[in-house]
């Protein structure tokens, strides 16, 4: 497979706040996302995991501070500068009614668009890429809607792989799955950083996967960073308490010798 | 066949229904130039199609009858262009002028200008417009103070499309006789004695926006993925919103300052065209066929059916309406039961 990525990419956030309406969710955020590492977000439900991510993919107009992508604030690229650069797919996407999976996924081709011109080889390149990667290439004339949850969700990152970005944030991409799909499309993620130099960033709620998967940790509450680093450094019982209020013991994961938490 | 199996492509049966609703639009045309009260031969008929036609054949055919189906075509194009657009962007097959508060607000507007402040002509269009526009702005004004969208922003438009309508029958009530009669005009739309400069007018309007509209329609692929998505994608979302309700909202305004509020058309046309492909991406063309069919049909049926009685259009498809509202109702609720 050649998913090219051309240059080192380089995202980061300086003292990041960001608000929804008059209230303010993320607070003075610093943080930098490994080049090429697989980074997992975790953090009690409405700690400001998604707003953080839409955020860093300016989705959300800072309210102080900056983030920068590629040597540049983020906001003096163009929309479609940012599309090139970093994907972002969102815990809200929805499938139009109808939409058959070839379709759905040739729409990621939108940020390489051009005047007139329609179609390229390198578009038909790209999502074919982006559907062997994802083993949807024999679903590509089924509806998304008659899709289980599984196969629908692979969709949906075939359809961030077809941006091709050397950036791709995911908001909790294994939600709604059941654990052998969960298992599946950790595997698929951690092939694509490995052999596709891919910088990932993904919100999860297992932290068993999360500490098996990520390469880089990002603990938060209450809209700002509590602690981040590998999994072994960080995943300790006083930092889960302090995270979730959840009291635990932390062991070696019998199979990848990762920490596991086993609550009380 | 194309060498590239995934390149955006018209769906194969969208192409069929596009060929077959012209088809029906021009059965139409023959149906409606032919038949009815005076029903020319067929030799009288093409005599004057050909422009040596006896008088009488000329007036009837060339400045009543073609005028008013060729506008009867351009306002179903404009009105379902327009529903499409509004449908698609709040990914909602409810979504249309109608119940965002236009079409009952231009009738206000209508109902204002001519009855409280006694002008009439260009004036009472105007008006119109204004009503229409002023509701619509009234009912996204309160639904995004409320953050309400898709559902609930419908339900918004539903309310106060019910408070206008209040406010136009207690106008009636209030109106002289003779001012009540045009008024009423103004609450279902009509094509009754349409004149060749409001047919070019209409004509013209669609040959200006609908152009436009194919250009935006493309945005709609994005959008219908959800905000969020479609900007991660390189699109500008707000600005794209702005400019495609812009254009919903010409093109409804065009339709109603030609014939008043012709209701139902923005809303089925769109369902009907994406029920017929299924397919999402209907583009353009299709609705459009679908709205100028629906709408020159409605019209034949509100010529003749109670003649020599005219039925005013907007009053036959307001009926349609209601019932394909109850159908389209009852198959969503069976849907998330
Ligand atoms: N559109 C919104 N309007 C108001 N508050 C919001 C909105 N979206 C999110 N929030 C609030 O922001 C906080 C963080 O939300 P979010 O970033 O979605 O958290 P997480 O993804 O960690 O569950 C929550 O308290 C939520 O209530
Ligand atoms: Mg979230």
């Not at chain 1, 996302?33 to 800072?62: A, E, M, Q, Y």
């Not at chain 1, 970093?86 to 668009?113: K, M, T």
């Not at chain 2, 669609?206 to 194919?214: D, E, F, S, W």
């Amino acid at each position: 497979m050649n998913i090219h990525v051309s240059y080192p990419s380089r995202l980061y956030s300086d003292k990041l706040s960001l608000d929804c309406g008059s209230t303010r969710i993320c607070h003075d955020i610093s943080v930098a996302i490994p080049d090429r590492g697989f980074t997992v977000i975790i953090g009690p439900n409405g700690c400001g995991k998604s707003t953080l991510l839409r955020g860093l993919s300016r989705l959300v107009r800072p309210s102080a501070g900056k983030v920068h992508l590629d040597g540049k604030v983020i906001s003096d690229y163009s929309t479609r500068e940012v599309a090139q650069r970093l994907g972002l797919l969102p815990q809200s996407a929805q499938a139009p009614e109808g939409i058959r999976v070839g379709e759905l996924v040739s729409r990621g081709r939108f940020p390489y668009r051009r005047a007139f011109s329609t179609w390229s080889d390198e578009d038909e390149r790209a999502v074919l890429a982006a559907l062997q990667a994802t083993s949807t290439l024999e679903l590509i004339d089924r509806e998304v809607d008659t899709l289980s949850g599984g196969q629908r969700q692979r969709v949906w990152i075939a359809l961030a792989l077809a941006q091709e970005t050397p950036v791709l944030l995911l908001d909790e991409p294994t939600t709604f799955l059941d654990i052998a799909h969960q298992i599946e499309l950790l595997n698929l993620l951690r092939n694509l950083k490995e052999t596709g130099n891919r910088t990932l960033v993904a919100v999860l709620h297992d932290l068993n996967h999360a500490c098996r998967y990520a390469d880089h940790l990002i603990a938060m509450r209450d809209g700002r960073i509590l602690f981040e680093g590998s999994p072994a450094e960080i995943i300790t019982p006083s930092n889960i308490e302090a995270l979730f209020g959840l009291r635990c013991v932390v062991i070696s994961d019998p199979v990848s010798g990762t920490p596991l938490v086993v609550p009380r | 066949m194309s060498k590239f199996r995934f390149a955006p492509h018209a769906n194969p049966l969208l192409k069929r229904c596009q060929l077959y609703l012209l088809l029906g639009c021009m059965a139409l045309c023959l149906a409606t130039l032919t038949g009815g009260q005076y029903d020319p031969s067929a030799s009288r008929l093409l005599a004057t199609l050909l422009g040596h036609g006896d008088p009488l054949t000329n007036l009837i055919i060339l400045d009543l009858r073609l005028p008013r189906f060729l506008a009867a075509l351009g306002i179903g194009a404009a009105l379902a262009v327009s529903g499409s657009i509004f449908q698609r962007t709040a990914g909602n097959p409810l979504a249309s002028p109608d119940l965002v508060g236009f079409t009952v607000g231009s009738a206000s507007g209508a109902l204002v200008t001519l009855l409280l402040l006694q002008l009439s002509g260009n004036a009472v269009i105007l008006g119109a417009l204004l009503g229409g526009v002023l509701s619509a702005l009234l009912v996204t004004g309160i639904a995004h103070v409320a953050q309400a969208r898709g559902e609930r922003m419908i339900m918004v438009g539903i309310a106060i499309a019910a408070l206008l309508a209040a406010l136009n029958e207690y106008l009636l009530t209030r109106a002289e006789l003779d001012d009540a009669q045009e008024a009423r005009l103004w609450l279902f739309g009509s094509l009754d004695s349409l004149s060749w400069s409001k047919a070019l007018m209409v004509l013209g309007g669609c040959a200006l926006l609908l152009p436009i509209a194919a250009q935006l329609g493309q945005r709609l692929r994005l959008l219908e993925l959800g905000n969020d998505l479609a900007e991660a994608l390189g699109l500008p979302v707000a600005y794209s919103q702005y400019a495609l309700l812009l254009v919903a909202l010409a093109l409804t305004a065009l339709a109603i300052a030609t014939a008043g509020p012709i209701g139902f058309i923005a809303l089925a046309a769109p369902q009907l065209v994406k029920r017929l492909t299924h397919t999402s991406d209907i583009g353009i063309v299709a609705p459009a066929l679908m709205g100028a069919l629906l709408t020159a049909a409605a019209d034949l049926l509100a010529q003749r059916l109670l003649a020599p009685f005219q039925i005013p259009v907007g009053l036959l498809t307001g009926a349609l309406g209601g019932l394909y509202l109850i159908y389209l109702l009852a198959s969503q609720w069976r849907r998330t039961l």
